[in-house]
């Protein structure tokens, strides 16, 4: 549910919620969420659920291609009949924003039919845009949460 501003009214920031007390933080929740936070919820949770709140109403909320594989994956589904030859198939969306935070900055990639925008220009892949981000050699999907970690 978005809220509309009013006037003189600014956009509540990540940072704001840092400095804001548990008070503040449940009347801020019922004021973007619309309804009452559960009793017992913790500060830091509820600092984290308000953080994503702010991220989709800033930037947007998932595609409706990362939508339908979060439905299938809660279903229990494959969202690719595709073989994956032992690993798992990481979702690859076809549109949509991908917002990483690196060492206390954010990171917003677009993807654009398949392209990567990052910082104004068109990247051939997301690992490349994690190195640029790093300094070091990552999975691109995987810095940006696309795939989960493997374990053995």
């Keep these: 549910m978005a809220r509309i501003l ?4 600014r956009q509540t920031s990540i940072a704001d919620l840092a400095v804001l007390k548990r ?10 969420i619309g309804i009452s936070p559960p009793r017992n919820v913790s500060v830091k949770l ?5 953080a994503h709140r702010v991220q989709v109403d800033t930037f947007g909320g998932p595609s ?11 279903r229990g589904k ?10 798992a198939a990481v979702p690859q969306p ?24 990052f910082q104004g220009r068109k990247w051939r892949s997301l690992s490349a845009i994690a190195r640029e ?3 070091a050699h990552w999975s691109g999907p995987r810095f940006f949460g696309l795939a989960g970690s493997k374990t053995t």
């Excluded at 690196?102 to 990639?109: I, K």
Aim: overall charge negative.
């Design 23 to 32: 008070d503040g933080l449940v009347a801020l929740w019922d004021a973007m």
């Design 46 to 50: 509820l600092r984290q659920v308000l």
């Design 133 to 135: 981000i790093t300094g």
């Design 6 to 9: 009013g006037k003189g009214e």
């Design 64 to 74: 409706a291609d990362v939508e339908r594989v979060l439905r299938a994956a809660r």
């Design 94 to 117: 076809s549109v949509g924003v991908l917002i990483r935070e690196w060492e206390g900055h954010p990171y917003r990639v677009e993807i654009r039919e398949g392209e990567y925008w």
């Design 78 to 87: 494959s969202v690719t009949s595709e073989p994956t030859h032992g690993a």
